[in-house]
């Protein structure tokens, strides 16, 4: 049986992660509890009260611990990563992997020298039914070739963030982190193994307080097999009932199809709705009970030593995408370029 533990519990996607691997038949051995946000570990320990807590060095010297789950302030992730390839284990990340150029050769260079894997859990891939079943659906040729994908991720900047959140060298930019998901769902959906950047622009436009934060983000991509339009942003209002109206379109020769991931506004209750047309017509899709593949997958990776649940390749793009984009994106203030 695989063995797991987490460290850096700074983003609620480690309960993805933990959940994920669980459900999928590994075993958890526990967590370090060093944090920059508290109340999070909190939760934590009421979610996983039989959970043991250790320290990170024992966590990184236990020999049965055959995967470390990581999503520390971003700008650490690619370290703790580093570290724990060197002690013999494989390594499940929370987007974004790196934050920097250097820190992608540094991962680089560790997968090649010690053979372990690196994988980033895009959740908005991942861990969302209607992306799931999009992915049958193209695989299939549902709507025929797919020539773009237009990715919203919009999130709610909400109350309590900690202040690394609000610092642009701890997360790396809003397309760094947050585009990260759209940037690998081009690739996916698309089918490209690499794409060219062609313009990208990042924004303050209500957050004069806090000079260098970003609150929108956009980037235009292309590839040999088709082009895409990422836009992210920290303006969810307060009323809507969740975190954001994230959204993909994925426009085919035959057909295109939408998701509505997180709610349908306005519309049928729920999450994970997916609409697709064709030739024959309008159908909707209520994706909700699609299992997820990812955990399962990355299990039988650990194990077998394959690249079912994600190509370190398209890792690594996906981090070079978003590091390339944010590089060069124009910035915005206040709608002035």
């Avoid at 709610?263 to 994970?272: L, N, S, T, Y």
């Avoid at 997916?274 to 593949?293: A, K, N, Q, T």
């Amino acid at each position: 049986m695989v063995r797991f533990a987490a460290v850096g519990i700074d983003h609620g996607h480690i309960f993805e992660h933990v959940n994920g691997l669980k459900a999928s038949g590994a075993q958890f051995a526990g967590f370090c509890p060093e944090s920059s946000i508290p109340g999070l570990v909190d939760a934590f320990r009421r979610t996983y009260p039989d959970a043991a807590e250790l320290e990170r060095d024992a966590i990184f010297a236990d020999d049965s611990i055959d995967v470390i789950c990581i999503a520390a302030v971003p700008r650490d992730r690619a370290a703790l990563a580093i570290q724990a390839m060197d002690a013999g284990k494989d390594v499940m990340v929370d987007k974004p992997g790196v934050t920097t150029f250097e820190q992608l050769e540094a991962v680089e260079a560790t997968v090649a020298r010690t053979g372990r894997i690196f994988s980033i859990c895009f959740s908005e891939r991942f861990c969302v039914p209607s992306a799931v079943v999009a992915g049958k659906l193209v695989a299939d040729g549902a709507i025929g070739r797919v020539v773009q994908t237009i990715g919203t991720g919009p999130h709610r900047r909400g109350t309590g963030r900690p202040e690394w959140f609000f610092d642009p060298d701890a997360f790396g930019g809003i397309i760094v982190d947050i585009a990260s998901h759209q940037i690998d769902q081009f690739l996916f959906y698309t089918g490209s193994e690499t794409a060219r950047v062609l313009a990208s622009t990042v924004g303050n436009f209500a957050h004069p307080q806090i000079p260098r934060f970003q609150d929108f983000g956009d980037v235009l991509l292309a590839s040999d097999k088709g082009a895409g339009y990422i836009r992210v942003d920290w303006f969810t209002p307060e009323g809507l009932p969740t975190w954001g109206d994230g959204r993909l379109t994925i426009l085919g020769t035959e057909g295109y199809i939408e998701l509505r991931k997180y709610i349908d506004i306005a519309g049928r209750p729920g999450k994970d709705h997916l609409f697709i047309v064709d030739s024959e017509g309008i159908r909707h899709i209520d994706c909700g009970d699609e299992p997820l593949e990812y955990f399962d997958k990355f299990l039988a990776d650990v194990r077998d030593r394959t690249e079912t649940a994600m190509t370190q390749r398209h890792a690594f793009e996906v981090c070079r995408l978003s590091l390339e984009a944010q590089a060069s994106a124009t910035v915005l203030t206040n709608g002035e370029r």
